[in-house]
């Protein structure tokens, strides 16, 4: 079978409190508390819900521009409130303990009831560093090694309950059945952790991981241990090159191809045309006082012009599904969910509704084995 199916075909957006665009929040005469309000974020996700995205991813930095709430207590805020929809915060590994990583997604896929993802991400600059002052900023050959490392541990934390180590027998007094608790004894570059964790396994075994792959250090990373792999890219041609090199990759990491998800990343501002949507774009670069360069393929247009777009990139082969990446929130997102989902539908490139269950289950992947399972301790 083909994998670009209606079965394959995905839509995820990256959410911040405006918009990628600078100026978003003045332009779209935004409340400054937005960024702080939790009701505002959840509504953004809701919206995204009601027409059956698989899922929203939530970015997070330690740059002082960067997004101000931390993205995983973000999504853990939003998951009661928001069903039917998978959640994807990032959580950067540079200078982040993985034993704690490992804990908070966890607890998000228990509180979301296994709609839970991760987007580790690496720190790269001195500014960063030097917020926690515990070592200087690294070259990307280090920082993605001491990201696999970091991945791996998180997995095998996960991992380190039994699904059944909790037992509750109130006739012995015991919660917990130690033999199925097990030490994860990882040795590595960066890390040396014993565990096991402190937290029951997800319910989703392992809850999914995205990770970027538009650097060279990056890519074994991705081959590894993403269940979807983001890239940017200038133009399907090139978004097509990636992916193709992420496949092959993939397989020379012993797995299949066809079970790990492609999504290009599209900047999108939508309008009545695409004269409106550069209008629109010009006083938004008026008011940041800079142009914003494109960090990927960018829609500055019509509905139609985005579902082009997606329908392009199916027949090409240049992704298996996009990452939105709305320059003004919500304005962009509410034309997406009731103007551009419905003309993808419509065209049999997409699903409507919630698909329901887990997140792995979203994107047709079954919930993992155990690494420790029958393993003593």
Do not use: C
């Amino acid at each position: 079978m083909s994998p670009f199916t209606e079965a394959r075909m995905h839509l995820a957006v990256e959410l911040t409190a405006a918009g990628r665009h600078p100026a978003a929040a003045r332009w779209a005469k935004l409340a400054p508390s937005a960024a702080f309000d939790p009701a505002h974020h959840a509504a953004l996700a809701r919206t995204a819900a009601r027409r059956g995205l698989d899922m929203v991813l939530l970015p997070h930095t330690f740059h002082a521009d960067g997004p101000l709430l931390d993205a995983v207590s973000l999504a853990a805020r939003i998951a009661p409130v928001v069903p039917g929809i998978g959640l994807v915060p990032t959580a950067t590994v540079t200078h982040t303990e993985p034993f704690h990583i490992s804990k908070a997604i966890a607890t998000l896929d228990i509180v979301s009831s296994g709609r839970a993802g991760w987007e580790p991400a690496v720190s790269r600059t001195q500014a960063e560093a030097d917020l926690f002052g515990r070592k200087p900023a690294a070259p990307p050959d280090v920082l993605w090694r001491e990201a696999a490392d970091a991945v791996e541990v998180v997995v095998r934390l996960w991992d380190s309950w039994e699904d059944d180590a909790v037992i509750r027998d109130a006739a012995t007094g015991r919660y917990i059945d130690r033999d199925k608790l097990h030490y994860i004894d990882f040795e590595g570059e960066f890390f040396s952790v014993k565990g096991p964790s402190i937290t029951p396994r997800p319910p989703q075994g392992h809850p999914l991981v995205v990770l970027r792959a538009d650097e060279d250090e990056a890519l074994p990373v991705a081959a590894r241990w993403a269940d979807v792999v983001r890239i940017s890219a200038p133009d399907l041609t090139a978004a097509a090159d990636a992916r193709q090199r992420i496949r092959q990759a993939v397989a020379a990491a012993g797995r299949d191809p066809d079970d790990v998800t492609v999504l290009l990343d599209v900047e999108v501002h939508l309008a009545a045309d695409r004269d409106r949507a550069r209008r629109d774009l010009a006083e938004l670069d008026r008011l940041a006082r800079t142009e914003l360069p494109p960090s990927s393929v960018r829609v500055l247009g019509a509905p139609t012009d985005l579902a082009d777009l997606i329908g392009a990139a199916v027949r090409t082969f240049a992704a298996d599904g996009v990452t939105l990446i709305p320059l003004v929130l919500p304005a962009d997102l509410g034309v997406v969910a009731d103007q551009v989902v419905p003309l993808l539908a419509g065209r049999g490139l997409l699903r409507t509704g919630s698909a329901g269950g887990s997140l792995r289950a979203r994107f047709g992947l079954p919930r993992p084995a155990n690494h420790f399972a029958g393993a003593t301790s």
